[in-house]
Structure formats: C-alpha cells, structure tokens
C-alpha cells in the first residue's frame, strides 16, 4: 500500500455536537455523508486511501463534551494516522440569508493553499453556487495537522438546505477532482460503494413505529428491520444497506436515507402509507 497517496478526511463536529443545524438536517451528519462520497470518487483510482478521523456519530471527548478538547484530540487523531493532506468537511451557517462555498487554508503560501485553491476551483465551476473563494483562516484542525491542511465549508445550511442535500454527489465528485488536480491524478465519475444488502429500515423505538416499520419492510420484499432505542446511536450494519428507509425519526448520517416521519404516530402511519403496498 506504499505506492498509495494516504489523505485524511475529518468530517467534522459529531456525537454531542450536531454544527450548525438546518430545518431536516444537522451539519454532523450532512458532512459525515459528503467525506464518504468523495471518498467513494477517489479510492477507484487506485490512487489513494482514505482514512477518517470519525466514520460514526461520535465527537472526540471521553466524558463532557469539551470544544477545545474535542479539536485537540481531533488533530491528535488525524496526525497519529499521517497522511499527505488533510481535509476537513464542514456545512456553513450565518444569522442572516447567505449562500455558497468557501475553501480555506491556514495562511497564503504553502501546499495548503495549494490544495484549498484546487479544490475550490473545482467546486466553482462544477456546482452552480455562489463562490465565495479561497480564504485563509486559522481554524485549529488546519494549523496543528502536521501535513498540509484544507477546510471545505460546502454551502450554508440556514438558507440552502436544500441545494446541500440535493447537490451532494456532485460536491463530492468536485472535491475528489480538486484534490486529484493537486495530486496531478485525473478522478472521473465512477465511485465505488459497496453494500452487504440493498434495502434496511430503521425504526425509532418498538412501542410506536416497530410495526410500521415491519410494513414498510414488507413493501420492500421482507428487507432487514433495525431498531434504535431512545437517544442510542443507530446500529451500525444500517450503513450497510445502500437504502435506509426512516420510520419515525430523523436522519442518522445515511448516504442515501428516506424518512417517513412525523410529528406524531398517526402523522408517521400516514407517511408509510402513502408509499403504496
């Protein structure tokens, strides 16, 4: 694996700290989903391994959850991985109405700008958003790595929610080719992602939502049902599936996730439903 390019990806916030919060989606989640999409572009090359610094919803602090500490441990985790670059993958979020993308490195100069000037140029010319540019910035992920360091904050979530979720795949595909331009590594539009099974369904609990979910489950040919149990992190083989259907909950980081959820139990029974037997 020594011929490999290794880049670290750090989604980040997750575990008790959601990031900025949209009207259906937490940026935790958003950009745990958008590092895994690039990824999906770049392994195929044969270029390069990707490592995370978290692959679950979880933060870095063993007890209360501490920012400074939950950064530091953060770095600590991407460095003892090493790597060629790191990136890190954040949604962007303002008190009033703004829109676009920004791409920061630490200070003018230096591979990191490098890298954050490649990236952001793919990002401008393939998505259609606002390009709000290179940026420098000391964000602490990006200063203490010990290899060059990026931050992509991919749209902002108080006011394009909705281009976030639904521009996803092509972000991703426009970050891969942004770090593939800096490796000088043509990425194309073949990702790769694997899964055990096709279809899971979650269901929120087993008083209100068990046997909708199990109908559900029946609508899509006796598919694998899951349960999560109060404020537990959903059992990880949901990853596995390349579909998650949501009964009674929101969204837990899935790639490709469907909810049928409402603000009540007879609001939910109605979303499942109208999904047709």
Partial sequence: MSDLIDLIFDPGHGGADPGAVGLTTQEKNNVLMLAQKTAAYLVPTGRFQVRFTRETDKD??????SETLDLKNRVNVANTLGGKVFIAFHNNSAVVNAFGNEVYASAPG??????????????????????????????YVCKETDMPASLVEYGFINSEEATILAKMDQAALAIAQGIGDYFGV???AQKKEE????????????????????KESI???????FIRLDDQKP????????????????TVGHHNETILSGKTWGDTSVAVSATGA
């Fill in 60 to 65: 870095f602090c063993s007890d209360s959850y």
């Fill in 110 to 139: 230096g591979e990191g700008e490098k890298l954050a000037r490649a990236i952001c140029g793919r990002m401008a010319s393939q998505l259609g958003m606002v390009d709000r540019g290179l940026r420098f910035a000391g964000w």
């Fill in 186 to 188: 043509s990425v194309n």
């Fill in 195 to 214: 899964y055990d099974v096709k279809e899971a369904v979650l269901a929120f609990g087993i008083d209100d939502y068990l046997l909708a979910a199990r």
């Fill in 219 to 225: 609508k899509l040919g006796n598919c694998a049902v």
């Fill in 235 to 250: 059992p990880a083989d949901v990853f596995k599936a390349e579909h998650l259907t949501i009964i009674g909950g929101g």
